[in-house]
């Protein structure tokens, strides 16, 4: 029987009624492994997956393979997204045997876990030199059956190899101005300066790199950073990766262009993208930025927040092209014949025009991403506003991509940080409450009576699955960055609760290293432990972070010194692979600036308070915290002692054990949170 009816992973209900007789990641699972003398077929993906999808209805929905699994296997589906410790784990294992990865991820394991053969997607049929399903099947069934001491030698020696690979975590050291001023440089000479962003094709947005290159900016004045941060930023909004007509981000795009984006849209991209461009609007004033952060931030909102306050995993890829066929970037991709049919003739060429729309197409079948090329002379943009309005309303009336409505604790707290923030900055409360609300559900979904976080939800029902550590550290930076907007203590009372459980539970004592799972969670023939960015901060220098404005928010020294120590690996790792340690360079950043510690103090209903206020979230100081509140307020440490000045709502700066002056003007602590001011 297939056992995933009564799951609450959207991927594995995808496959509920395949005649593959699924089994959930269980002991259960692996005890019929054992029982049955059957090898074990491991398949991870996640919903939004466009191979994912294609190998499900080429094989998994296809009777005969069915039937051949059902009788030669074991077959177990995993959602990568609700256990990232299982995918991680055999991901290296994948990665180490044939030099490369990806999803869907095909990996055959013994009955006690250990892989012996590795693939990702395999066709039907044999094809472009891969051997088709069934070939595999039968080629591991007879080694199964034939040479058994074979494959338990080799599952054993690669069982081995995972278990003895040690990382170089550095030394104890934090990095200073040389790894950073080196990172930099690494990051000059990837820089694609015709096009932005770093490497060749396929191009993925690199949030982190560019959060790096903001601070780095702030802290040092280096116009070449703040260079590439805002071109890459530009041609990321004006290419096809952005969603021109509804905002929000892909998940990356196929060229080096910006121009045919892979159209699944994640939670985890838009989070990080919001707060990114909010950030460099607060760096530069730049429209663009403004807007993109808005229509981001508006997208999340409205297309991925649950019944239940919460922000959904992701949209998919694909959807039906009006004809029943399930096509990749059918909701977003326009002919000229389509523009004409919503506009007219007249409003469809300025369209075509404005958006890059042609004849030949940029995308498959002569539709065309749309995008925001450059215009030459004077655009009506009252007239564009007219065309936008009318084709995301022909748009809406597509069958629309499918949406993951699983609620991921990290993301969601990426979510929150990116909200709150981006609410204070524009003076959108809507945004903030946005963030409130999903913070909140976290709290009362995902967090139990001892503050231990579960990975998901959905539908208001917490999954089974233990949060990993980019869930605390995800969580606990959100909770952070509502605190400082909305001066409300619990939420920094919440982070501490999930940050002692990273001291306790995934710090390795000796070393300070981290793990991405606790102590006491299910254990895997290796304990997964990531230092490196991917498509979200790793869990290592997430937590990096948060630790380390924990304990400028509060003094608390454990959490400031485990900041310090998680920092070792990018003195290692910064100057050799800063494209991949974005997070923890940003987090280096406001360690070397102190971070600064701002605390307003005054009355919420006071003008002057709130310019205070405004003028400490805006600074630039790298990693800044801000606490603001009444005069002989206790909702946060950093109010302590603080009186008002004069009788006036003032701010206090302090960093590195000393203390400005207290001021009351606005103008002078915008001065003091400049980063480059000493």
Known sequence: MNRLAHETSPYLLQHADNPVQWWPWSTEAFDEARASNRPVLLSVGYSSCHWCHVMAHESFEDDATAAYLNEHFVSIKVDREERPDVDAVYMEAVQAATGQGGWPMTVFLTPDAEPFYFGTYFPPEPRHGMPSFRQVLEGVSGAWTDRRDEVAEVAGKITRDLAEREMSFGDSQVPGE?????????????????????????????????????????????????????????????????????????????????????????????????????????????????????????????????????????????????????????YYVWTPAQLREVLGDADAELAARYFGVTEEGTFEEGASVLQLPQQDGFVDAEKVASVRERLLAARAGRPAPGRDDKVVAAW???????????????????????????????????????????????????????????????????????????????????????????????????????????????????????????????????????????????????????????????????????????????????????????????????????????????????GAVVAVGAPESDELPLLSGRPLVDGKPAAYVCRNFACDAPTTDPDRLRTALNGRNA
């Not at 820089?191 to 601070?215: C, H, N, Q, T, W």
């Not at 963030?435 to 503050?451: E, F, N």
């Not at 203590?489 to 793990?515: I, K, M, P, R």
């Open 178 to 330: 040389e790894e950073l001023a080196g990172a930099l440089l690494g990051l000059t000479r990837e820089y694609d300066a015709a096009r932005g962003g770093f490497g060749g094709a396929p191009k993925f947005p690199p949030s982190m790199v560019i959060e790096f290159l903001l601070r780095h900016h702030a802290r040092t004045g280096s116009e070449g950073a703040l260079q590439m941060a805002v071109d890459t930023c530009e041609r990321m909004a004006r290419g096809g990766l952005y969603d021109q007509l509804g905002g929000g981000f892909a998940r990356y795009s196929v060229d080096r262009e910006w121009v045919v984006p892979h159209f699944e849209k994640m939670l985890y991209d838009n989070a990080l993208l919001c707060r990114v461009y909010a950030h460099l609007w607060r760096s530069t004033g730049s429209e663009l930025a403004r807007r993109v952060a808005l229509e981001t931030a508006d997208f999340m909102v409205r297309e991925l927040r649950t019944n239940e306050g919460g922000f959904a995993s992701a949209l998919d890829a694909d959807s039906d092209d009006g004809t029943g066929r399930h096509v990749e970037g059918a």
């Open 412 to 622: 969601n707290g990426l979510a929150v940080a990116a909200l709150a923030e981006t609410g204070a900055y524009f003076d959108r409360p809507d945004l903030v409450e946005a963030a409130i609300g999903a913070a909140d559900l976290l709290v009362r979904l995902h967090m139990d009576d001892r503050a231990r976080l579960a990975r998901t939800s959905k539908d208001g029902r917490a999954g089974a699955h233990a949060g990993v550590l980019e869930d605390y550290a995800d969580v606990a930076e959100g909770f952070l960055a509502l605190a400082s907007v909305t001066g409300e203590g619990v939420w920094l009372e919440f982070a501490g609760f999930l940050l002692d459980h990273v001291l306790a539970q995934f710090t390795d004592a000796e070393s300070g290293a981290l793990y991405d799972t606790a102590a006491d969670a299910e254990r895997l023939i290796r304990r997964p432990q990531d230092p490196t960015d991917n498509a979200t901060p790793s869990g290592w220098s997430a937590a990096a972070g948060a630790l380390l404005s924990y304990g400028a928010q509060t003094g608390a020294e454990p959490h400031r010194t485990a900041a310090e120590r998680a920092l070792g690996v990018v003195k290692a790792l910064g100057p050799r692979a800063p494209r991949f340690i974005g997070w923890g360079l940003a987090v280096a950043e406001a360690l070397l600036d102190g971070p600064r510690e701002v605390a307003v103090v005054g009355e919420g209903s006071d003008p002057a308070t709130t310019a205070l206020r405004r003028a400490a979230l805006l600074g630039t100081a790298p």
